[in-house]
T-cell receptor, first 114, second 118 residues
């Protein structure tokens, strides 16, 4: 079955530091890949996505590249801000059959300090 | 434009009771999915509704059931509540277009209903 593995948190960084959150996946077919962010007390917000190999998703300074050869979709940001503190979820949607549900990783908590 | 709306925001129930959670999808969306997010975990897929029918189901017991109405809103029902059912329940909606819509748009999530079973 499909699965997503994320690096465990929490990740604590100083403001303006470089961020990487690792995500690898196992899936049948050619899934679409997503990063969602969850701020305290809120639901999930779509941060970025990629639908095929070598696609780069980007939004609000965050980037992730769909790497089929390594089955990875690592999230990066060059300079984090305190406002980026949240939980980040990597997810996939399989493109085989009729399946369109999202399969999530366990989430990585990011804490950015001044 | 309102996003996905869920009610209530918080709920406390006693073990063995039944609960109904409600969801209004984003305007223009026709497919609704429900997820359970236990504390410190990622969301787990419960089921998906489209055209008022359950289309996909995750690994959840029959105590979990749902419904979709002609206006695309949805309900999640849980019978015989267990302590382990305590979680944040998230509703997510998607525009028409099937699997390709998921790829292009992802899902829009509501803020969830926090269910506590005591």
């Amino acid at each position: 079955g499909n699965s997503v593995t994320q690096m465990e948190g929490p990740v604590t960084l100083s403001e303006e530091a470089f961020l990487t959150i690792n995500c690898t996946y196992t899936a049948t077919g050619y899934p679409s890949l997503f990063w969602y962010v969850q701020y305290p007390g809120e639901g999930l917000q779509l941060l970025l996505k990629a639908t095929k190999a070598d696609d780069k998703g980007s939004n609000k300074g965050f980037e992730a590249t769909y790497r089929k050869e390594t089955t990875s979709f690592h999230l990066e940001k060059g300079s984090v801000q305190v406002s980026d503190s949240a939980v980040y979820f990597c997810a996939l949607s399989s493109n085989t059959g009729t399946a369109s549900k999202l399969t999530f990783g366990t989430g990585t908590r990011l804490q950015v300090t001044l | 434009d309102a996003g996905v709306t869920q009610s209530p925001t918080h709920l406390i129930k006693t073990r063995g009771q039944q609960v109904t959670l409600r969801c209004s999808p984003k305007s223009g969306h026709d497919t609704v999915s429900w997820y359970q997010q236990a504390l410190g975990q990622g969301p787990q897929f419960i089921f998906q509704y489209y055209e008022e029918e359950e289309r996909q189901r995750g690994n959840f017991p029959d105590r979990f059931s749902g419904h979709q109405f002609p206006n695309y809103s949805s309900e999640l029902n849980v019978n015989a509540l267990l302590l382990g059912d305590s979680a944040l329940y998230l509703c997510a909606s998607r525009p028409p277009g099937g699997r390709s819509s998921t790829s292009v748009y992802g899902y829009t999530f509501g803020s969830g209903t926090r269910l506590t079973v005591v």
